[in-house]
């Protein structure tokens, strides 16, 4: 018996040994272990051994069993390893990969949200204001003389109802103003409107940011130091922000912001970006006028303003030539900013 | 405003001063330099040389061959193709070498096979004069071989940026007052010649005192008109204007030395005197310019007492009534008109003149005087003649500016105490404001900007710069209001539509009314409902968006024109529309839109079939954006679309959804599939926000069963859902739609009959469910939708 199963154990080694492919294998299995296999029919010869050589023949017979069970796994094993490592035979995997739909914010979302960013680490909080707007929140309040220029329809998109397009977001300061009680610090981007032809740097719809910030004792020092922090935050620690004296109706006195601009090959310039300035008293007078009330009378509050454009801070900050790419919506143009 | 540094130097000594620090000076004060530009020879290179021979050149018949004496010793050949000189002339030579105007370099060259060594220049190449008509002759005793540069004045011109509110600076004297003042150094004293005033007593009337407070007019006679001098055609050409003749010339002289239009008449031209009225309405007006005008009664037209228009009141002369050569008696003019009503004329008319830009922004009135007796007299000493009687005058000028106090706490608290009251009284005593105590300060007449404290307050930071005053930071905490919080919505459900695969676009929201057709409005648009731009740029922006589909539509078309194989844009914007058909009141509503076509993955080398998107890849998308809502479709009438649908979340309706008409995709070069949805942001936003307690994992494993059932083809599946919640199994999580099948040819399923198939999943929170708990349950559920729907399992 000892040598049948040695015998037995010893070819069902070698043909697994010998075996090429699982069906081979599963062949061999079946030789060996199956239920008519020449393991399984040596053990039926069990039944004539003695009651002192069944244990010996029993350990044999399960040894020989573990032992090809064993050779059979690590068989299997290999031969599903070969198959897996087949399977990539020839694969290049310099092929170009599989490519996704990309998507993204538009530039001006993305620079708008930075702003917005910036703006609420000074504590701004945001506002807004309708964009079809009387003449009230746009230019009378603002002291804007009924004679001035920005008021001619030539420049300004009117209704027939004798309402317009806002022409800036400073609405939203009157709007603001109107419906809170001071401190107020605020920041509105918006889109606003003028009847200017669309060309390389001009759209007739077009998107500010404008902030205010109202309280008691707001000097021009406030001014500085916040929007100094918001262009430095904008642009880079080192950035440098100058402010000269300017005219704008609703602020005085108003200045003009300029960023010296360093673009990599270029000497550094500076470029013009924003308008800001103290709210003119007369202003206050107006709100208080709308409001009936003195809380905003200049005698108790100073404040300041600024606005600037969105889609020219964009263009200064990509290098984009021409603002039309803004609206045109490319994806090609807009992938760059992904 | 272009400005002459030589002009300006007749008023003030500018030596010393560069033109970089005159430029910074300026431009912190708040007078920007937009440009400067240097006038005149800088090279050395261009030399005095006198003409010695001149043959003509054998190649070409316009040109000739020069020899000349540059003071070398030997003559120099020089190719020369003005015909204006004599041998003999001494004009300018560049020289190999020299740099001329607009940055190009002389060389040795051949002109038609003659060598050239050099160039004989006219006045406008050396920037000495407007003549390009041909060779500069210099002046006889200009000596050969020295630099031009030796003999000619350079000068600079700036252009400077004058702000709405500061009239006063436009002219050289206003100028040079302000430089003056900025700088510290004296503006040279300005003697006017004195004249004797007189009212007019009818010579001269004015109707409307209203827009024409104060008018003044000087009889000159037997003048001779002619050419400027030299040193008047320099001043006038340097600042780009045309010399005309002596008197015209003197009037723009005046106008740009002081700021004070000024208009002669020849007399002859003038029936009886001088009236200033209102134009009639429709009254035709032929200007200088050669144009004619239609007025209206609000324009000012000065007239003679026969009722002829002479001018247009502040803004031009007539064709005909100016001075020309065979004038001899001259008016000459100098009034005040009212701001507002010269800017309406000149922009109604859209004709600007140097008149009427400083007109409509305010002359100083103080000066109307001065103006015109300087005027007479220069026409007196450079035109002859004689001034005949007082200057006849009508009305009286406005006193516009007066005392203004200089509130000390409160520019104090403006400028944090960082500028002293002795500088800030320093700055206005130098800008030419008298103090008068208390604090009052008395306003020169020019200055009509300066009326209230802050006006002063202004001044005083303008000179003092912006450097004086230190930064400052007085931050603090602000509490996120509802537009904050909207804000942060709308920027995640814009990141999350990115992730997707989504660009987001940007449209214009001026449309066009053939635009309107694709418009896909949250709520029908009614007649009225548009709101369109009275005055339109273009047809092509003459609305004001309803729905955002028009314009994500043309995104779409603009894309597969270039080459794109997929359309993935979204926006989120406003729409804009009447209320209720056009009653008063206009709507603004945030709105998301979307766009989707195209293949639903990129091109790759190994799959060989794209497939396009299709309705349900949009409305999965909206699944996704809404987690945990329940996303329908509900039918409905499909317009100019293939198809419609209202988008309904939870049972509400949000929004639109339409399949673009393949016909109008076609016109937008649209090869495939288009899908358009939009929806109504508020409540995207809201459905969004909520922040519900998570779900508990369950603790036990669930059991599915599947289910197909065979129904009417036109059964829709909203039917067979709205039939299983129906039934509110207790058991059942949730069930999938996993197949739909039917055979048009009807060989394996009736054609008017179709095969769906549900897959549900049992499970109970408290326990493992037993098989036949799940079959129990599930058999009850499949014989209530057998009963209450047309279907049979198959």
């Known amino acids: 018996m000892k040598e049948e199963i040695e015998q037995i154990q010893a070819d069902a080694l070698a043909t697994i040994a010998h075996a090429v492919g699982e069906q081979e294998l599963d062949t061999a299995r079946i030789a060996f272990l199956g239920k008519k296999g020449r393991l399984t029919a040596a053990s039926s010869g069990m039944k004539t051994l003695s009651k002192e050589e069944k244990p010996v023949a029993g350990q044999l017979l399960n040894a020989a069993r573990g032992a090809i069970t064993a050779a059979l796994d690590t068989k299997r094993t290999a031969l599903q390893d070969e198959a897996d490592r087949a399977a990539l035979e020839g694969l290049d995997l310099t092929l170009p990969g599989r490519a996704l739909h990309s998507g993204n914010l538009h530039p001006l979302t993305q620079l708008k949200d930075r702003a917005v960013q910036i703006c609420r680490r000074l504590g701004f909080a945001l506002a807004e204001g309708p964009e079809i707007e009387t003449e009230f929140h746009c230019f009378d309040a603002l002291n804007t003389p009924p004679e001035h220029p920005a008021r001619n329809e030539k420049d300004t998109f009117y209704f027939d109802s004798g309402k317009l397009l806002r022409t800036h977001t400073s609405t939203v300061q009157v709007r603001t103003m109107e419906s809170q009680a001071p401190p107020v610090r605020i920041i509105a981007p918006g889109s606003a409107y003028r009847r200017d032809e669309i060309d390389a740097t001009h759209l007739s719809v077009f998107n500010q940011l404008e902030g205010l910030y109202v309280d008691t004792d707001v000097q021009v020092g406030d001014l500085k130091g916040t929007l100094e922090f918001f262009y430095r935050a904008m642009f880079g620690e080192d950035t440098e922000v100058r402010f000269r004296p300017h005219f704008f109706p609703f602020t005085e006195p108003s200045f003009e912001i300029d960023v010296k601009l360093r673009v990599k090959g270029q000497d550094p310039r500076w470029i013009e970006i924003a308008g800001c300035g103290m709210v003119d008293p007369a202003v206050f007078e107006e709100i208080s006028k709308s409001r009936g009330d003195d809380l905003y009378h200049p005698d108790k509050v100073t404040g300041f303003a600024f606005g600037m454009g969105i889609d020219r801070l964009a263009m200064i900050k990509w290098g984009i030539k021409d603002i039309r790419l803004l609206i045109e919506n490319d994806a090609r143009f807009l992938r760059q900013f992904a | ?183 510290g150094r004296d503006l040279k004293e300005f003697e006017f010649p004195t004249s004797e005033l007189a009212p007019a007593n009818g010579a001269v009337s004015v109707d409307d005192q209203e827009i024409c407070p104060f008018y003044t007019a000087v009889n000159i006679k037997g003048v001779s008109v002619g050419e400027s001098p030299e040193w008047l055609q320099g001043k006038l050409e340097a600042i780009g204007l045309r010399p005309i003749n002596n008197v015209v010339d003197i009037t723009n002289f005046v106008l740009h030395e002081l700021g004070q239009p000024l208009h002669a008449f020849d007399a002859a031209k003038v029936t009886g005197g001088i009236r200033v009225r209102n134009a009639q309405e429709g009254e035709k007006f032929a200007a200088l310019d050669e144009e004619t005008y239609e007025l209206l009664a609000s324009d000012c037209v000065i007239s003679d007492q026969s009722g002829t228009a ?217 007649d009225g409902d548009i709101i369109r731009i009275s005055l339109p740029l273009s047809e092509d922006h003459s609305v004001m968006r309803p729905s955002l589909a028009p314009g994500l539509l043309a995104t779409a078309a603009r894309n597969v024109r270039q080459g794109a194989k997929a359309v993935r844009f979204f926006e989120v914007g406003r729409c804009f529309r009447n209320a209720g058909g056009g009653k008063a009141t206009d709507l603004e509503s945030e709105t998301l839109g979307l766009v989707l076509g195209g293949a639903t993955q990129p091109a790759f080398w190994a799959s060989k079939h794209s497939c396009h998107s299709d309705a349900f890849a949009l409305k999965g998308l909206l699944g996704a954006l809404l987690p945990g809502a329940l996303v329908q479709f509900s039918p409905a009438k499909a317009g100019q679309f293939l198809q419609a649908a209202q988008v309904v979340v939870n049972g509400k309706t949000i929004g639109s959804f339409a399949q673009l008409a393949p016909s109008r995709g076609r016109e937008l070069d649209l090869e495939f599939p288009v899908y358009l949805a939009e929806l109504d942001l508020a409540k995207v936003v809201e459905l969004r926000s909520g922040d519900a307690p998570v779900d508990e994992l369950p603790q036990f494993p669930g059991s599915s069963r599947d289910a197909a059932m065979e129904a009417p083809a036109d059964l829709a599946n909203a039917e067979i859902e709205k039939a299983i919640r129906k039934q509110s199994e207790p058991l059942l999580v949730s069930f999938d739609c996993f197949d739909v099948f039917s055979d048009p040819s009807g060989e394996k399923l009736a054609a008017d009959r179709k095969s769906i198939a549900y897959s549900f999943l049992y499970r109970a929170a408290d326990r493992t469910l037993k098989s036949e708990e799940v079959d129990a349950a599930h058999q009850k559920l499949l014989k209530h939708l057998e009963k209450t729907l047309p279907i049979g399992f198959r």
């Not at chain 2, 006889?140 to 630099?147: A, L, M, V």
């Not at chain 2, 002479?310 to 008016?331: N, P, R």
């Open chain 2, 310 to 526: 002479l001018a247009l009141g502040g803004v031009m002369g007539g064709l005909h009534s100016g001075v020309t050569k065979t004038s001899t008696d001259v008016i000459l003019e100098s009034a005040w008109f009212n701001p507002p009503s010269i800017r309406r004329t000149a922009r109604r008319l859209i004709l600007h003149s140097d008149s009427s830009y400083r007109f409509e922004r305010g002359v100083d009135p103080g000066g109307v005087t001065n103006a015109s007796a300087l005027a007479a007299r220069l026409i007196v000493e450079l035109a002859g003649g004689t001034i005949e009687g007082p200057t006849l005058t009508a009305g009286s000028a406005p006193t516009l500016t007066g005392s203004v106090a200089l509130n000390q706490d409160k520019l104090q608290q403006l400028v944090g105490g960082s500028i002293s009251m002795k500088q800030a009284n320093a700055a206005l005593g130098r800008l030419g404001l008298t103090a008068t105590g208390n604090g009052n300060w008395k306003v020169p007449s020019y200055r009509l900007d300066l009326q209230r404290h802050i006006d002063l307050a202004e001044e005083v930071v303008r000179v003092a710069g912006l450097d004086a005053i230190p930064s400052r930071n007085r931050s603090s905490a602000a509490a996120p209001g509802k537009v904050d919080r909207r804000y942060d919505l709308e920027l995640d459900l814009k990141k999350r539509l990115a992730a997707f695969g989504f660009y987001e676009a940007h449209t214009i929201k001026l449309i066009s009314d053939a635009q309107l057709r694709d418009a896909l409005p949250l709520r029908p648009l009614q």
């Open chain 2, 1 to 183: 405003m272009l400005v002459s540094k030589n002009w300006l130097s007749d008023h003030l000594d500018l030596s010393g001063l560069s033109n970089a620090e005159f430029d910074d000076i300026l431009t912190f004060a708040g007078v920007e330099v937009e440009g400067i530009e240097e006038m005149g020879v800088s090279s050395d290179a261009v030399v005095v040389a006198q003409v010695k021979q001149s043959d003509p050149h054998p190649n070409a018949d316009r040109l000739s061959v020069t020899q000349v004496d540059a003071g070398e010793g030997e003559l120099r050949q020089i190719v020369c193709g003005a015909k204006n000189y004599n041998v003999g002339d001494k004009v300018p030579c560049a020289l190999p070498g020299a740099e001329l105007r607009g940055g190009f370099t002389i060389g040795e060259t051949k002109m038609r096979g003659v060598e050239s060594k050099g160039m004989l220049c006219s006045a406008v190449e050396l920037g000495l004069g407007a003549d390009h008509s041909g060779l500069m002759i210099l002046p006889s005793d200009w000596e050969t071989g020295k630099p031009v540069r030796q003999f000619v004045a350079n000068d600079t011109i700036f252009e400077i940026e004058i702000t709405p509110n500061r009239p006063d600076l436009l002219s050289h004297y206003g100028m040079a007052r302000e430089v003056a003042a900025l700088t």
